[in-house]
Each structure stands twice: as structure tokens, then as C-alpha cells.
């Protein structure tokens, strides 16, 4: 059973900082990718970043230049940092981890930032 407990969220001024981490059951080499995504109130879960079990990342475009998300394999735990943060970053933060064939998607419980003016 894969679990992916995430910690970090809060809140936040605009322009501050916060560092999420998802902390994996297993071996996060065993996922293919793992990643962050978001939803805010009435919109749907959207890509923030993700990263393969060989090392390369991906953005959304809005996030480029202010997020960053990097691993720690010996702790089995995914980070998302976290800066320059706007009231529109506000939504819950979801950690996710895809593995198998067919792949399969698992979900954290997610963690909510809230960013105030």
C-alpha cells in the first residue's frame, strides 16, 4: 500500500516562501514520477511540478523561476519549494506518485497554502 503524507502548507504574505514535502511509504525510486499538484476553489487539480526516478523535472509555465522541486532518495521524500508567492498560488497542494503498468496514480491528502496580501 502506497501512502504519501504531505506536511509544509500554511500560511503565508504574499511574496514569502514555504517548502512542501511528501514523504513516501517506499523507495520513491520505485515510482516513475512523483509530483505536486494543486486545486483551488472551483478550478481543477492542476500540474505544479513534477520528477522522474531518473532526475529531470517538470514546470508549469506559471511556476517556472519561483518553484523548485527536488528529491531526497534516501529519505524517500519529494520537496517542493516554494517562493515568491502570490495570492493566486492559494489552493490545497496534492503530492502524487505515478508506478506500474498500466501506471497508476496515487494521492496524498493534501496540504492547503493560503497566501494573503
Known amino acids: 500500500q502506497v501512502q504519501l503524507v504531505e506536511s509544509g502548507g500554511g500560511l503565508v504574505q504574499a511574496g514569502g516562501s514555504l517548502r512542501l514535502s511528501c514523504a513516501a511509504s517506499?523507495?520513491?525510486?520505485?515510482?516513475?514520477?512523483m509530483g505536486w499538484y494543486r486545486q483551488a476553489p472551483g478550478r481543477q487539480r492542476e500540474l505544479v511540478a513534477a520528477?522522474?526516478?531518473?532526475?529531470?523535472?517538470n514546470y508549469a509555465y506559471s511556476m517556472k523561476g519561483r518553484f523548485t522541486i527536488s528529491r531526497d532518495n534516501a529519505k524517500n521524500t519529494v520537496y517542493l519549494q516554494m517562493n515568491s508567492l502570490k495570492p493566486e498560488d492559494t489552493a490545497v497542494y496534492y503530492c502524487?506518485?505515478?508506478?506500474?503498468?498500466?501506471?497508476?496514480?496515487?494521492w496524498g491528502q493534501g496540504t492547503q497554502v493560503t497566501v494573503s496580501l
Open positions: 502524487n506518485a505515478k508506478k506500474g503498468l498500466p501506471m497508476r496514480d496515487y
Open positions: 517506499g523507495s520513491i525510486f520505485s515510482f516513475n514520477m
Open positions: 520528477t522522474t526516478s531518473g532526475g529531470s523535472t
